[in-house]
């Protein structure tokens, strides 16, 4: 009932940037918090950056003032604007957002999840 579509990974030296970007679509009545994790080889996943419907962020230590999180709420999309990349921060980073369907006359909410989209940081 609900899609998350990542784009924008890739191989990028370090130093350079990258965008991630995220649509939610599907059968949404409203999107509340979205987010950003990723998960490296081997470690768990973990959380990069949220943002809340009402445009509070929250970010890991690892990357403040390095990723700024930003969404915009009519497109329902969530983008990550990663700078200053570290090969530390290569992994498989997912979309996820807190979403309320309405379906079939039923009301619904839970999380849900992208399929991923993979950041490599390599000279």
């Known amino acids: 009932q609900v899609q998350l579509v990542e784009s924008g990974g890739g191989l990028v030296q370090p130093g350079g940037s990258l965008r991630l970007s995220c649509v939610a679509s599907?059968?949404?009545?409203?999107?509340?918090?979205m987010g950003w994790y990723r998960q490296a080889p081997g470690k768990q996943r973990e959380l990069v950056a949220t943002?809340?419907?009402?445009?509070?962020?929250d970010y890991a230590d690892s990357v403040k003032g390095r990723f700024t999180i930003s969404r915009d709420n009519a497109q329902n999309t969530v983008n990550l604007q990663m700078n200053s990349l570290k090969p530390e921060d290569t992994a498989v980073y997912y979309c996820?957002?807190?979403?309320?369907?309405?379906?079939?006359?039923?009301?619904?909410?839970?999380?849900?999840w992208g399929q991923g989209t993979q950041v490599t940081v390599s000279s």
């Open positions: 996820n957002a807190d979403i309320t369907t309405f379906y079939r006359a039923l009301y619904a909410r839970g999380e849900n």
């Open positions: 599907g059968s949404i009545f409203k999107v509340y918090a």
């Open positions: 943002i809340t419907d009402g445009g509070s962020t």
